[in-house]
């Protein structure tokens, strides 16, 4: 080991038997855990159903995986594809690493909408509910990428800089010995953004899908200088990595959500629009689109040939 230096663990996969454990694998699923774990409290917490996060979790974490794995394969096709690649089979071997986030959040996305509509809530304060959980399963994760000696940065001589394996280390990077612990660097990002959320919401009382915005923009800050480092192969445009161009899309995307919805919307949901087996349903619609808990409530007329206004 080198002096002042951030060790790689020897191995990253045990047996039991025939049966290989793999870290990666492992840690994906406690951080899989924790954010449903995290999210049904905070769901409860805001006037949710109990179960509910769990029923959305069954839609939207098999289509997280499978969208972070075909934004992985996709966005680095090379890998697989091309000359020397490992192929359709390489391809499909998720335990051996690599989960694209942004095809996560995209595909989890679209399988917590499926669920959101089943159960019958809105699905932008669901994902107020579930942010947090997610960043910090982020965190976990990323001590998978430590245990792969995967995914470091440029070379450094900084006290944590991180030892990598010869057999790990990229084409042209063979004489250095210690890397930019990237993974160290997301790791924290990310657990400084759980906090801030955590702090946020309970600060501004954010509903209508802000947590979420506020988690994909910060996530994209960070994402944005820790990509820069990082030295493995990846495709450029424009001179920039392709990660660099989604975390800038993306988080103008958030940013603009975030503005819009809290000059739209301002306050939370009516708790009652996030379980459908309450007596009362308030004026926010079930979307999260419509008029929130601040606006004007309904007023019902005594008399039942007389007309009342809709929603605004």
Known sequence: MLPLS???PEQGVWYLGPLPVRAYALLIIVGIVVAIWLGEKRWVARGGRPGTVMDVAIWAVPFGIVGGRIYHVVSDNQLYFSEGGSGFSGAIQIWQGGLGIWGAVLFGALGAWIGCRRAGVPLPAFGDAIAPGIVLAQAIGRLGNYFNQELFGAPTDLPWGLEIDLANRPPGY???ETFHPTFLYEMLWNLAVFAVLLWADRRFRMGHGRVFALYVALYCVGRLWIEMLRIDTANYIFGLRLNVWTSLLVGIG???WLIVSARRHPGREDPATLNPDS??????????????????????????????????
Do not use: T, W
Not at 280 to 306: Q, T
């Open 254 to 256: 958030a940013l603009i």
């Open 6 to 8: 951030i060790p790689s």
């Open 174 to 176: 063979e004489e250095f």
């Open 279 to 312: 007596d009362e349903v308030g004026s926010g619609s079930v979307d999260g689109l419509g008029p929130g808990p601040d606006d004007e409530p309904i007023e019902k007329s005594a008399d039942p040939n007389s007309s009342s206004e809709g929603d605004r």
